[in-house]
C-alpha cells in the first residue's frame, strides 16, 4: 500500500520573504511516515513550501508538480498535517487531488483538526477523513483496515453528520516509536545555512517530550496531548541528536517541546550523556521553559552541556494581561529568569504576545517597559489569534465574534481596548525602535565573535599567519 504525506503552504505567506528565515521540517509527518515504512509500508512526503521555491513561487506550476509526483507513486492515502494556518492550502489542494484522482482517499489531521472536526470536514468538502489527536497509531490501524475507516481517532462523514467510533488513547512510552527518518524529506534544503532563532547556522528540530502541564487560554497544545506530558528517554535523545550531528552536520539543534523542564531528574540525564560523549563540542542546542522552572544550578548544567539559548513566553509584562491568558506566573519571575539566565551564561528569547483580548495601551507599554528593562539577546511580539478550541477563542464566540481560520494570517479583527490606528502605531514603534535594533545588534555582536562564517578575529589570524611564511 502507498501512502503519500503533504505539508501545506500558508498561502498568504508563501513569499521569497516569508521563506527567508530557517525552514521548519514538517517533523509530526515524518514520525508517521518512519512508523508505517517500518510496518512494510511505501510512504512518501512532499513539503509544498519546498515546491513552490523550486518552482520560483508560481503556485500553478508548484500544484503542477505535486500532482506529478501523486501519478507516478500511485498512491490509495494522501495525509496532509495543519495548523489554522495550514488549511486554506488543505482546501485548495485536496480539492485539485479529488478532481485529478478521484478515488484517493485524502485525510487531514494536526491540531486545527483535532480542535474541530465535525468543522473541518464541513469546510474541506475533499477532504474524506480527520484524524483527532496523536496520529501514529490511528493511522498505523487505519492502513492496515483499509478501505474499513472505522478505527478508534479516525471522523468520517455520516450521510449528513458526522461519525467516529471514540477518541484514541495516547501513547505512553513514546520509545516504541521509531526515531525519525528525516531522509523521507531532502535534508539539504532544511538544514541549508539559515537565520533561525537569531542564529545562523544549519538546524534540526527535535521533540524529546510530549504535551504540556499549562492550560494557557490562547495555546491549542492541550487538545492535541490532552494536557499530559510523556517522554523519550534519555538514551532515545541522545541518539537521535548524534544522528543528526553524524548525518546531517547540523550547528543547532532545537527542542520543540513545549517546555523542556518538566522532569528535572530526565534533563539532567540527558546533560550528563550530552557531556559524556562530548556531543556539546560538535553541536548547540536551544529549548523552551517557562520561568520559575529552573534553579541556577540546572542552568550552569544546561550551559555546560551545550545549551545556547532558552526560549521563554514571557507574553506580556502585564500582570492583569497575565491573569487574563491564565500564565499562572509573576512578571517578578520574569526578572528573576532573566537573572539566572545570565548568571549561567545562557542568552535567552522572550516571546511576547500582541493584541490580546482586552488588551489596553497600559499592557502594551508594560510589555515594551519589560523588554527594555531585561533586554533579551531576541524578542517577538507575535500577533494573537484566536485559535480553535482554545478558552480565548470560545471567549470570544461568546461575545458575539465571527471568527474565520482563513483570516488567520490577515489579522483582520482587533480584540483590544485599543483603537485600530493606535494599536497599529504602537506596534510599529514597538518593531522599529526596540525590537529590530535589539535583534539585529546582538545577532551581529555574537556572530562576530563566534560564528566562523563572520569572525573577523579567526580572518585576522589567518592573513597574519599568511604574512609571517
Known amino acids: 500500500m502507498n501512502i503519500y504525506f503533504i505539508f501545506p503552504l ?8 516569508s521563506h527567508r528565515y530557517h525552514p521548519f521540517l514538517p517533523l509530526g509527518l515524518v514520525y508517521l511516515a518512519t512508523l508505517l515504512k517500518h510496518n512494510g509500508y511505501n510512504v512518501e512526503i512532499a513539503d509544498r513550501n519546498e515546491i513552490l521555491i523550486k518552482n520560483n513561487y508560481d ?3 508548484a500544484d503542477k508538480e505535486l500532482l506529478e509526483k501523486i501519478k507516478v507513486f500511485k498512491p490509495q492515502i494522501v495525509g496532509f498535517s495543519a495548523t489554522t494556518p495550514l488549511m486554506y492550502d488543505v482546501v485548495h489542494f485536496s480539492k485539485e487531488i479529488k478532481n485529478n484522482f478521484p478515488n484517493i482517499v485524502s485525510i487531514v489531521g494536526g491540531p486545527h483538526p483535532t480542535a474541530e472536526p465535525r468543522e473541518t470536514l464541513m469546510s474541506c468538502p475533499d477532504i474524506d477523513l480527520v484524524v ?3 496520529g501514529e497509531m490511528t493511522m498505523l490501524e487505519l492502513v492496515k483496515c483499509f478501505p474499513d475507516t472505522d478505527v478508534a481517532g479516525v471522523w468520517r462523514r455520516n450521510g449528513n453528520g458526522f461519525y467516529t467510533v471514540g477518541s484514541r488513547e495516547l501513547i505512553q512510552n513514546l520509545d516504541i516509536l521509531p526515531i525519525p527518518d528525516r531522509n523521507l524529506l531532502n535534508m539539504e534544503f532544511y538544514t541549508r545555512p539559515h537565520i533561525g532563532r537569531e542564529f545562523f547556522g544549519r538546524y534540526a528540530t527535535l521533540f524529546s517530550s510530549r504535551g504540556c502541564p499549562m492550560r494557557c487560554h490562547y495555546c491549542a497544545g492541550p487538545l492535541m496531548f490532552k494536557g499530559r506530558v510523556r517522554y523519550h528517554s534519555p538514551d532515545y535523545v541522545i541518539e537521535e541528536m548524534h544522528r543528526l550531528v553524524r548525518l546531517y552536520k547540523v550547528n543547532y539543534i532545537y527542542f520543540a517541546d513545549d517546555m523542556f523542564l518538566v522532569d528535572r531528574e530526565r534533563l539532567e540525564s540527558i546533560c550528563k550523556k550530552i557531556k559524556k560523549i562530548s556531543l556539546h563540542r560538535k553541536v548547540k542546542w536551544i529549548c523552551q521553559l517557562t520561568a520559575g522552572s529552573g534553579d541556577l544550578d540546572i542552568l550552569k548544567l544546561m550551559k555546560n552541556s551545550g545549551c545556547i539559548l532558552i526560549e521563554c513566553g514571557f507574553e506580556s509584562g502585564s500582570q492583569e494581561e497575565l491573569d487574563r491568558m491564565n500564565k499562572r506566573i509573576k512578571v517578578s519571575k520574569y526578572y528573576e529568569f532573566a ?3 545570565r548568571k549561567a551564561g545562557i542568552k535567552f ?10 488588551q489596553t495601551e497600559s499592557d502594551f507599554n508594560l510589555s515594551i517597559n519589560i523588554i527594555n528593562s531585561v533586554k533579551p539577546y531576541c524578542t517577538n511580539f507575535n500577533q494573537f489569534w484566536p485559535l480553535p478550541g482554545t478558552v480565548a477563542y470560545k471567549e470570544l464566540l461568546k461575545r458575539g465574534y465571527k471568527i474565520s481560520w482563513e483570516d488567520c494570517t490577515d489579522f483582520k479583527q482587533n480584540f483590544t481596548k485599543i483603537s485600530n490606528a493606535r494599536f497599529i502605531k504602537l506596534s510599529e514603534e514597538a518593531q522599529k525602535k526596540i525590537i529590530a535594533p535589539l535583534n539585529k545588534s546582538n545577532f551581529i555582536k555574537y556572530h562576530l565573535v563566534h560564528h566562523p562564517i563572520f569572525s573577523l ?9 599568511r604574512g609571517k611564511g
Open 349 to 358: 528569547r522572550a516571546n511576547m504576545i500582541k493584541g490580546y483580548i482586552d
Open 457 to 465: 578575529k579567526k580572518a585576522i589570524k589567518k592573513l597574519v599567519r
Open 132 to 134: 483527532e489527536g496523536e
Open 59 to 61: 503556485f500553478a506550476l
Open 10 to 17: 500558508v498561502i498568504q505567506r508563501a513569499s521569497r520573504e
Open 339 to 341: 537573572s539566572l539566565t
